[in-house]
């Protein structure tokens, strides 16, 4: 075994004791997990801010503004999201919750990939694309209602008060669900671990939560294949894919 596959190995084991000596363990994944599944994160070189500029897709003043990039952007990651499924990351977490040894995952995805993995306590920060919402009359629907009428060449109306309607995700000048917001605070008070994977945590209030649970005396475990801006208040930092660090701290878990 190299040095650095056995250091890798190593840290997985510590990793593992962490979340064994806690009785309530959480995470919180970000867009690096999905990348696996064929979705590009943000952030990256290859990521979604490479090709697009949020200002012009991904506030509310450019849904209300410019609807036609807006819904190019859209079109783009809901056909991305047709074709994806979950990754060994994904399924990892599933099982960790399955078996006992995770209370909840707090995700900042709107893909929908844990729940089609099989996790069940799952709490989206940031919406999801399974639904349309209209702005307006908070009117929600499936996400259908977009789909369709972006294949048919018009704009998504809402169908109660004919107001333009979005995908049910949060835009930046948006507020995250405040319900959401305060169960996964909630849960990160009251974590002993805080499993953080996929995320750059460059973006609040998702990125405050490490603090809150650190605070709280958690031991927090960052896997992500970048360094991050709360490397420093991390327990063990594990630096690579998602996808191939997952699977073996699950098993380590269930001989712990
Ligand atoms: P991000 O793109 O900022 O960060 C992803 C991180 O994952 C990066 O540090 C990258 O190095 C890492 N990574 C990539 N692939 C990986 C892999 N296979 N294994 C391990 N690490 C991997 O994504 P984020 O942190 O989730 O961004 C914050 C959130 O902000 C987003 O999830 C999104 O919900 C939200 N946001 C929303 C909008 C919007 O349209 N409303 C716009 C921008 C951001």
Redesign the pocket.
Known sequence: MRSDDSRLHHTIAQAASALAASPFSIAL?????S??SGLP????PG???GEYD?ME???LSAFRRTPEKFYDFYRQRLARLAAAAPNA?HQALAQLEASGRLGAIIT???DGLHQAAGSRQVIE??GNLREAACPQCQWTGPIRLITEALEAGTLPACPKCGARVKPN????E?LLPQEAYQQAEGACRRAGALLV???????TP??WLPQVAHQHGARVII????P?PLDHIAHIVLR??????LPPLVAALRDA
């Not at 994160?41 to 990256?44: L, P």
């Not at 896997?223 to 970048?226: A, F, H």
Request: net charge negative.
């Open positions: 994944t970000g867009a690096g997990l990348t696996e994160d943000f952030r990256s990521g979604l801010w949020p897709v991904a506030t990351g900042q995805n709107v920060l940031h995700v949060v835009l930046f948006e994977v996929g995320s750059s945590l460059q973006v998702a990125a896997v992500n294949d970048e991050t690579g894919r998602a996808g191939a660090i």
